[in-house]
C-alpha cells in the first residue's frame, strides 16, 4: 500500500470518526433541550405564608429564576412578551434564588437586569429559595398564575424547549387565560412542561 493511498484511508477514517462525533452531541445536547425540568406542587389557593400579596383586582403572576441558569433567559424573553400582550391585566413578580451564603451582588446577573427592565415586572431576592419552597417550586423558569381571587390558572414554562424562545403552549395559555373575562375560577388549572435548570442547584 503506497503512502498516499494509507493516508487517503486514515482521512477517511478520521472524518467518519467526527462525524459520528458530530451527531451523537447534536442527539445529546436535543434531548437535553427537550428534557423538561421538575415540574413544581404548587397550592391551588394563594398561599398564606407567601411573602408577597396578591394584585388587588388582577391576576398575580409568579416565576422563579435561578440568577446563573442560560435557560432562564428564554423565559424572561417569553414573559416580556405576555406583558407587552397583557397590559393593566396583570402584576408580575419574579423571584432570584439566592443562598444565605451569598451577598446580593452574588444574584444581580444579565438574568436579573432583564427581568428588571420588563415594564410592569417586579424583581425579588428569594433568599434560601423561601418563596420557591412556599410555591412548591423547583425549577428555574417555573411560572404561576393566580387569578384576582388567589385561585391557581396556570402552572408550568412558558417556553417550548431549554433555553428556546419562540411560540409556545405556555406563553398562549398565559395570555389566553388574561384576555378571557369568563375564566372559571373552580376550573383545574392549565399545565405545561417546564424547562430550566434546578433551581436550587450549582451553576
Excluded at 44 to 56: H, I, T
Excluded at 171 to 183: C, G, K, T
Aim: proline share 5%; with cysteine.
Amino acid at each position: 500500500m503506497s503512502f498516499l493511498a494509507g493516508f487517503k484511508r486514515q482521512l477517511i477514517v478520521a472524518v467518519a470518526l467526527w462525524v459520528l462525533a458530530v451527531a451523537i452531541g447534536i442527539g445529546i445536547l436535543g434531548k437535553y433541550s427537550a428534557t423538561p425540568g421538575r415540574p413544581a406542587a404548587p397550592p391551588l389557593d394563594w398561599p398564606a405564608s407567601a411573602r408577597l400579596e396578591r394584585g388587588n383586582g388582577r391576576a398575580t403572576l409568579v416565576m422563579f429564576v435561578h440568577p446563573h441558569c442560560p435557560c432562564s433567559r428564554a423565559s424572561l424573553e417569553e414573559l416580556a412578551k405576555v406583558m407587552a400582550h397583557t397590559v393593566g391585566k396583570l402584576d408580575a413578580n419574579v423571584f432570584f434564588y439566592l443562598p444565605s451564603s451569598e451577598a446580593s451582588t452574588w444574584g444581580r446577573t444579565d438574568l436579573w437586569r432583564t427581568a428588571h427592565v420588563i415594564p410592569g415586572v417586579r424583581t425579588f431576592e428569594d433568599r434560601d429559595a423561601i418563596v420557591a419552597r412556599s410555591f412548591g417550586a423547583f425549577t428555574s423558569g417555573q411560572t404561576l398564575l393566580y387569578s384576582p381571587g388567589g385561585r391557581l390558572l396556570f402552572k408550568g414554562g412558558i417556553t417550548a424547549f431549554r433555553g428556546h424562545s419562540g411560540d409556545n403552549d405556555g406563553r398562549s395559555a398565559v395570555i389566553a387565560l388574561l384576555q378571557d373575562e369568563n375564566v372559571r375560577e373552580n376550573a383545574l388549572p392549565l399545565v405545561t412542561r417546564v424547562f430550566g435548570c434546578s433551581l436550587r442547584g450549582e451553576y
